[in-house]
């Protein structure tokens, strides 16, 4: 099978998103099928198994709202029509981008079989204005794209909720991302204090980890807060983005930028927490990462729930961007609830281990659709 996969950025963009998106292209392609990846090359052409289409895009909104919206010129939307022509299934990775729109247009014209894998639901964002706008392009364009896809795939059973309501309104698949087991696991040697020398982190002291982009809606406005309400509680912040941590001038925050995915996971097993005070996410792929190496974590409600079998390690804190003071209270109450009654690490590391898997989640996506009959 020809397969079209579509995002918003290439992984090297540093997102959950577009780091999913690279994992199915690589199950797709050991699979045997041939596979060409669409997305804005704004942050360089990745390296990868499969057949690049660099689209060239202007991103306007990323800066202010922290919500990237990359939007192609004329020549890269014909390629992206070409890209489509040549393609048997397209596998779409969230509804309300421009490349996204794009593709199914071109899709259904064509009458080419459509995959949609929904991230993200409704975003709460701190604007009023925002969040009107936000509904609104729900309202009329994801529930359009939902309604074309040939299969839709949700990786959160608090999107698929949100968007489909419960009961769903229509059949969906729910599909959870998988983990790199290789990479992202409990049984590693590195020792903590190793680890933490690297980066020159204190040996003892607790320590919170962040990894994401540095945008409003992960939160990064109460990151802050927290630092400055818990001096004793250090957090190293791993991503880039529109906010520069740098600039807070705190000492128990230290930002170490984007790093490999193998360090990542040796400071996960070094940390005591992953901390995500994110809102509007599916289930990110970093909380699933660190549970697989028995890091506890706090991160946002709906994340938390969006497992319910996972529910029980988690834990999720309401988190209101228009609340940044409360929304840091109710995280310092939850590191301290860590501290009172830790998480059965090894149970949560052996559960991630079993039921996160990339093959699994890619076969499911493609289980039963055949290539377009010419």
């Known amino acids: 099978m020809r397969i079209l996969s579509v995002s918003n950025f290439f992984d090297s963009h540093g997102g959950g998103l577009e780091r999913v998106a690279a994992h199915l292209n690589r199950e797709f392609i050991a699979a045997g099928h041939q596979v060409a990846w669409a997305a804005s090359d704004a942050d360089g052409l990745p390296e990868g198994p499969a057949t690049l289409v ?96 040939d299969r839709l795939a949700f990786i959160s059973a608090t999107v698929r909720d949100d968007l489909l309501g419960t009961p769903p309104r229509r059949s969906s698949l729910l599909v959870f991302n998988g983990v790199d087991q290789s990479v992202f696991n409990a049984h590693e040697q590195s020792t903590r204090h190793d680890t933490r ?52 001038g705190l000492m ?72 940044p003071h409360g929304s840091a209270t109710r995280c310092a109450a939850a590191i301290d609830g860590l501290a009172a009654a830790p998480v059965d690490t090894a149970a949560m590391a052996d559960y991630a281990a079993k039921n996160y898997n990339w093959r699994r989640m890619a076969d499911a996506l493609l289980d039963g659709l055949q290539p377009t009959i010419r």
């Open 54 to 149: 660099g689209l060239r895009c202007v991103n306007p909104t990323e800066q202010f709202s922290g919500l990237p919206m990359p939007i192609p010129g004329p020549r890269s939307i014909m390629r992206l029509r070409r890209a489509i022509s040549n393609a048997d299934t397209v596998v779409i990775h969230d509804a309300l981008y421009v490349t996204s729109v794009l593709a199914m247009i071109f899709a259904k014209a064509a009458k080419k079989r459509t995959v949609m894998v929904q991230h993200i639901g409704v975003i709460p964002f701190s604007s009023a204005l925002l969040n009107a706008i936000l509904l609104l392009a729900n309202f009329i364009v994801t529930r359009t794209m939902m309604g074309a896809a």
């Open 197 to 248: 020398a690297r980066w020159n982190l204190p040996a003892s002291a607790p320590l919170a980890v962040f990894v994401g982009r540095f945008v409003e809606k992960k939160g990064l406005r109460i990151l802050k807060l927290l630092a400055q309400q818990r001096p004793g509680v250090h957090f190293a912040l791993l991503g880039q983005g529109p906010i520069d941590p740098c600039e807070w």
């Open 252 to 323: 128990n925050v230290h930002v170490l930028g984007q790093q490999p995915q193998r360090l990542i996971a040796d400071l996960y097993r070094a940390s005591d927490m992953l901390l995500l005070p994110s809102v509007g996410e599916g289930y990110p792929l970093v909380v699933q990462e660190a549970m697989a190496c028995g890091l506890p974590v706090i991160c946002g409600d709906g994340s938390a729930k969006a497992d319910p079998a996972a529910y029980q390690w988690l834990t999720g804190i309401d988190i209101d961007l228009a609340d």
